[in-house]
T-cell receptor, first 113, second 112 residues
Framework: DVKVTQSSRYLVKRTGEKVFLECVQD?????MFWYRQDPGLGLRLIYF???????EKGDIPEGYSVSREKKERFSLILESASTNQTSMYLC????????????FGEGSWLTVV | DQQVKQNSPSLSVQEGRISILNCDYT??????FLWYKKYPAEGPTFLIS?????DKNEDGRFTVFLNKSAKHLSLHIVPSQPGDSAVYFC???????????FGTGTRLQVFP
C-alpha cells in the first residue's frame, strides 16, 4: 500500500509566522504535489515536483514555496502566514506514468490567527 | 477559469437507490478522468478512472460514463450505501503532464 504521511494533522499559527508542512512518501514516487482544499473551490494545486530539487508552480503558488531535497520528502513553506491561508493542505504523490492515479496523505489542517 | 466543474454541490439519495454525480469539463484535450472520494478529515482516495478513448468503465457498484461530445462525465453508484456518504471529486489530466485538475466536489449523503 502506498503511504503518504503528513507530519502535522492540526496546526494553529499566528499571522506572520513561518510555517513548514512536511510530507513523506514511501513508494519511491517521482512526483509529489501540494494541494489545498477550500469549501466551494475544490482541490487547487499549489506546487508540483517531478524530481529531486525540481519544482513547478501550480495554480495558486503565491505566498508559498517548496523544497524537495530528497525523493521521498516534499515540504511546503509559508514564508509569512496570513489568515487567508487557513485551509486544509493535502500532499500527494504518483509515479511518472500518464493517467496514473495520485495518492493523497490524510491532510493538514492549518489555522492562521 | 474552472476547467473542471461539478455544478451540484450536494446530493441526497436513499439507500439502495442510484446516485448519479455529474462533472463537466471545458478542455477537449484531456486524456483521462478520475473520480476521488473524500471523507471528512481524511485525504481523497482514488475510486475509478476512464480514458478518453472509452465511454464507460465499471468497477463493482461504480460506473463512470464519458460523453466526449458533451464534455461530460458522470459517476453512477448502484446500489447506494450509507458508507458512500462523502465528498466526490472528479479530476482530469493530460498525457503530457502528471498534474490533475480537480472539480469543486459534490457532497453525497445516502440516508436509510
Amino acid at each position: 500500500d502506498v503511504k503518504v504521511t503528513q507530519s502535522s494533522r492540526y496546526l494553529v499559527k499566528r499571522t506572520g509566522e513561518k510555517v513548514f508542512l512536511e510530507c513523506v512518501q514511501d513508494m519511491d514516487h517521482e512526483n509529489m504535489f501540494w494541494y489545498r482544499q477550500d469549501p466551494g473551490l475544490g482541490l487547487r494545486l499549489i506546487y508540483f515536483s517531478y524530481d529531486v530539487k525540481m519544482k513547478e508552480k501550480g495554480d495558486i503558488p503565491e505566498g508559498y514555496s517548496v523544497s524537495r531535497e530528497k525523493k521521498e520528502r516534499f515540504s511546503l513553506i509559508l514564508e509569512s502566514a496570513s489568515t487567508n491561508q487557513t485551509s486544509m493542505y493535502l500532499c500527494a504523490s504518483s509515479i511518472r506514468v500518464s493517467g496514473n492515479t495520485i495518492y493523497f496523505g490524510e491532510g493538514s489542517w492549518l489555522t492562521v490567527v | 477559469d474552472q476547467q473542471v466543474k461539478q455544478n451540484s454541490p450536494s446530493l441526497s439519495v436513499q439507500e439502495g437507490r442510484i446516485s448519479i454525480l455529474n462533472c463537466d469539463y471545458t478542455n477537449s484535450m484531456f486524456d483521462y478522468f478520475l473520480w476521488y472520494k473524500k471523507y471528512p478529515a481524511e485525504g481523497p482516495t482514488f475510486l475509478i478512472s476512464i480514458s478518453s478513448i472509452k465511454d464507460k468503465n465499471e468497477d463493482g457498484r461504480f460506473t463512470v460514463f464519458l460523453n466526449k461530445s458533451a464534455k461530460h462525465l458522470s459517476l453512477h453508484i448502484v446500489p447506494s450505501q450509507p458508507g458512500d456518504s462523502a465528498v466526490y471529486f472528479c479530476a482530469a489530466g493530460r498525457d503530457n503532464t502528471d498534474k490533475l485538475i480537480f472539480g469543486t466536489g459534490t457532497r453525497l449523503q445516502v440516508f436509510p
